[in-house]
């Protein structure tokens, strides 16, 4: 079985300043990992991908992660936070199940962006 | 139209309504799912539907009835639904394989007095 864990429910940082959104995960399998964004009164959107290929994946709107197989983390980072990026963020694992692949979904970590 | 659509995006229901939310997606996916979104709780997955083909059901209340008339449209029916199926409910779609992202709409908010 697959799990991740978001452990911060809410982070606040200032315009300009870095981002850091913490992931955990756990799965039996070698995973491939995600990173979701909601706006309000939106669907999800993702921001990236890791699927066992380069360990350091680049996004949109300037987001990165880091797997990192040791720590089974995936953290999402950003070097300088913009009003917009004030949204959920969620983790997601992915592994293979059959035909399909099964997603986990972490519990979401809300991020404020003070001006 | 482009990616995948919902509608409606509100509803409000009486607990002894029938409604219907629709999906639709224009991305030529194999693969469609339902999801519900409370608040502070992980998006739960209800129902995958594989070239038409139900492929899970997640423990679902039988008060909710999905249907795939084909690979690019996904129906959730609702019928006696309580107050706490108040919810977004999101549905995705994906070119089913090992390790693929789906894509989601943007919601229905379901609020059910």
């Known amino acids: 079985a697959q799990s991740v864990t978001q452990l911060d429910s809410h982070v606040s940082v200032s315009e300009g300043t870095p981002v850091l959104l913490r992931c955990n995960y756990s799965s039996s399998y070698s995973p491939s990992l995600f990173w979701y964004v909601q706006h309000p009164n939106k669907g999800l959107q993702l921001l990236l991908k890791?699927?066992?290929?380069?360990?350091l994946v680049k996004g949109i709107n300037g987001f990165e992660a880091e797997f990192k197989k040791s720590e089974t983390s995936f953290h999402l980072t950003k070097p300088s936070a913009h009003m917009s990026d004030a949204a959920e963020y969620f983790c997601?694992?992915?592994?293979?199940?059959?035909?399909?692949?099964?997603?986990?979904f972490g519990k979401g970590i809300t991020l404020s962006v003070r001006p | 139209e482009t990616g995948v659509t919902q509608t409606p995006r509100h509803l409000v229901m009486g607990m002894t309504n029938k409604k219907s939310l629709k999906c639709e997606q224009h991305?030529?996916?194999?693969?469609m799912y339902w999801y519900k979104q409370s608040a502070k709780k992980p998006l739960e997955l209800m129902f995958v539907?594989?070239?038409?083909?139900?492929?899970e059901n997640n423990s679902v209340p039988s008060r909710f009835s999905p249907e795939c008339p084909n690979s690019s449209h996904l129906f959730l029916h609702l019928h006696t639904l309580q107050p706490e199926d108040s919810a977004l409910y999101l549905c995705?779609?994906?070119?089913?394989?090992?390790?693929?992202?789906?894509?989601f709409g943007p919601g229905t908010r379901l609020t059910v007095l």
């Open positions: 890791y699927t066992s290929a380069a360990t």
């Open positions: 991305l030529g996916h194999n693969a």
């Open positions: 995705a779609s994906s070119q089913e394989g090992l390790a693929v992202e789906q894509f």
């Open positions: 997601v694992v992915s592994v293979p199940t059959g035909a399909n692949s099964k997603l986990t």
């Open positions: 539907y594989n070239f038409k083909e139900q492929t």
